[in-house]
């Protein structure tokens, strides 16, 4: 059995004015990758994955990446690589005036999801 090895991302980003898109290129029980094109003033909401890690590789524009619960951010720009492990709070806001645009990477795929409210 042969499987598709090689993807250009370009053809997963999907802009929108509403919720930012989770665009899945290609999902095994290890992981599943994801592209996201975040537009200015959009937010990926803070969150967990109780059973596994989130990977992030930047590969355009900028944004306050959250930390923890108490909304404690820190900013996250092209070429940064930003890994959430399990259980640590994460998600991004983009305060630019340009896109977002990264590849998240979920492993084990089954790592779960859950919302975490911040303290604001």
């Known amino acids: 059995m042969s499987h598709q090895r090689i993807f250009q ?7 929108t004015d509403r ?8 999902e095994s029980p290890e992981a599943v990758i994801v592209a996201w ?5 959009q ?12 990977t992030w590789t930047i ?3 900028k944004g306050e990446y959250y930390l923890d619960p108490a909304g404690n951010t820190k900013a ?3 070429g940064d690589v930003v890994v959430a492990y399990p259980n ?5 806001f ?4 340009e896109p977002l645009i990264f590849i998240s990477v979920v492993a084990p795929a089954n790592a779960g999801y859950q919302l975490v409210a911040i303290a604001k």
């Open 9 to 15: 991302s370009s053809e997963f980003f999907q802009p």
């Open 19 to 26: 919720e930012p898109i989770r665009s899945v290129i290609t």
């Open 37 to 41: 094109y975040i537009q200015p003033n």
């Open 43 to 54: 937010e990926i909401s803070p969150h967990i994955h109780p059973n596994g890690q989130d």
């Open 59 to 61: 590969l355009q524009g």
């Open 76 to 78: 996250i720009f092209a």
């Open 88 to 92: 640590c709070v994460h998600g991004v």
């Open 94 to 97: 983009n305060n630019s005036n």
